[in-house]
Every structure is written in structure tokens, then in C-alpha cells.
């Protein structure tokens, strides 16, 4: 004797492919020049502006604005 072999068929929806960004050269180099300049920026304001270095001259709001930031990335400034 022979047992009945399930024919319930799985259905379910397809796959759908995601969509790539069409990344040129001109492209890609756009993006990390932002990424670095943003990053330089970054690095200035929580590392270096301060004293002769700073930007705003005698004015200490960036750098009280940053001050923990500054100690926490290892930072000394006083």
C-alpha cells in the first residue's frame, strides 16, 4: 500500500530586488570629499579650537560647548 504524498504548494510572495544607487566616480568622489571635510571640521572644533589656534579668536563658546566631548576623545585643554 502506498501512502498519499502531500501536493500542498508553498506560496509565497517573490523577492523583490533592491534598488542600487548608481554610484560614478564623480559620485563617490563627491561623497568623500564631503565625508572628509565634515570630519576635518569635526576634528578641529572638538580638538584644536582653542588659544592661538582658535578660529573665533579669545572666544571660549565652542570650545565650553565641546568641553566633555574634548576629554572624552582624549583631548587636554587646561
Keep these: 500500500m502506498t501512502t498519499p504524498r502531500s501536493t500542498a504548494v508553498s506560496r509565497t510572495a517573490p ?3 533592491l534598488p542600487v544607487p548608481n554610484l ?3 559620485t563617490a568622489a563627491l561623497w568623500l570629499s564631503l565625508t572628509v571635510l565634515l570630519a576635518g571640521l569635526a576634528y578641529y572644533f572638538l580638538g584644536y579650537d582653542q588659544g592661538v589656534v582658535s578660529v573665533f579668536g579669545s572666544d571660549t563658546h565652542v570650545h565650553e560647548f565641546v568641553h566633555d566631548a574634548r576629554h572624552f576623545l582624549g583631548f587636554p585643554c587646561h
Design 24 to 26: 560614478s566616480v564623480a
Design 15 to 17: 523577492a523583490r530586488a
